[in-house]
């Protein structure tokens, strides 16, 4: 009997600890609260900023016109009760339109505001959100929460995502459940690791995959369901956790240049020839199957290595994110 009362003492304590009254079970005391966690929100324009032409102008709109400021107040009163947010308009424009010394700014801003933040929100567009999101993998410090959303709905209409998927942004960034992730994107309730996500869809709602190994998690009104993790998650708290590419120790002048070919039947030498000749310090060649490429962009491919050109040779395929990429670099000292 002894024993089953210490089990039976033992299963009260775990409920009131999940129930969160174990002060009131020791003598009454109110629980302490919590500090309200303390989001930024940076905009940086897409659809998510859009203005319809009508409210049903799914897809006659203008992107990157609404300031960052006003979608969060639309999102008022509701998310103050999960956050305290804070805005900083970065920019108002099309995600294509961002050019890499932008993008170097946008990690220096990003890394600020974490600061003095518990988490960053980044709303863009969505037709390089997947470059923007990896972007800030590799080169911001900090192991805060950095979640990226954005919409495929301007604001302004009907049944637009936009209000959802910056509400749930700002409550993923503001839980704390990505800490450690590194970047993350967050549409349509579902969670995207930066490197494995791809948009793939050029309309529906759900248009982010992370091919084979599937979302993160996904977002059910107040419950943030996490069912896996990065594995950079293994180096949390350890120097290896952060990526080599430290932008403050990276020379401000340009970064090299470096161009993608797109291999098909019977492609010539032309694109490769090209943007060697323009001074391109590396190159990106989408193969067919494993990699592969015609004959002439072969060749194309062996006389830029000649002459100093780093080709790095990847899949068209896009093979699934939980496989080892079909990559190989090959590269000539210049002359």
């Known amino acids: 009997m002894a024993q089953l009362a210490r089990r039976s003492g033992v299963l009260i304590t775990l409920v009131a600890l999940a129930l969160g009254s174990t002060a009131s079970l020791a003598g009454g005391a109110e629980p302490i609260p919590r500090p309200t966690p303390k989001v930024a929100v940076i905009g940086t324009g897409g ?8 409210k049903v102008s799914f897809d006659d709109y203008q992107a990157g016109k609404l300031p960052v400021s006003r979608l969060v107040n639309d999102l008022r009163p509701e998310v103050n009760r999960i956050a305290g947010v804070t805005t900083q308009q970065f920019g108002n424009k099309d995600s294509n339109n961002y050019t890499i010394p932008e993008y170097r700014r946008l990690t220096a801003a990003v890394d600020h505001a974490l600061k003095f933040n518990d988490g960053v929100v980044v709303t863009t567009g969505t037709d390089t959100m997947e470059e923007f999101a990896y972007w800030l993998d590799l080169t911001v410090r900090s192991d805060k929460p950095v979640v990226l959303t954005g919409a495929m709905r301007p604001w302004t209409v009907v049944g637009s995502d936009a209000p959802a998927n910056l509400y749930n942004a700002i409550h993923l960034a503001a839980s704390g459940r990505t800490t450690c992730f590194g970047t ?12 494995e996500v791809r948009k793939s869809d050029t309309l529906r709602l759900n248009a982010f995959s992370s091919g084979s190994s599937g979302e993160l998690g996904v977002i059910d009104q107040n419950h943030i369901r996490v069912n896996r993790a990065p594995a950079r998650v293994e180096q949390c708290g350890k120097p290896g956790w952060k990526t080599p590419f430290d932008l403050d120790r ?12 797109y291999s098909y039947q019977g492609a010539g030498p032309q694109a490769i020839k090209a943007f060697a000749d323009a001074g391109a310090a590396g190159i990106v060649t989408a193969g067919s199957g494993a990699g592969g490429l015609s004959p002439a962009m072969t060749e194309a491919r062996d006389d830029a290595v000649k002459n100093g050109v780093v080709m790095v040779s990847a899949s068209r395929a896009a093979p699934a994110p939980s496989t080892t990429p079909m990559c190989a670099a090959s590269s000539a000292p210049r002359a």
């Open 250 to 261: 990276i020379a401000r002048r340009p970064l090299p240049k470096v161009d993608i070919a």
């Open 47 to 54: 659809t998510i900023a859009g203005v319809s032409r009508t």
């Open 184 to 195: 993350v994107v967050m549409l349509n309730d579902q969670i995207h690791a930066a490197r």
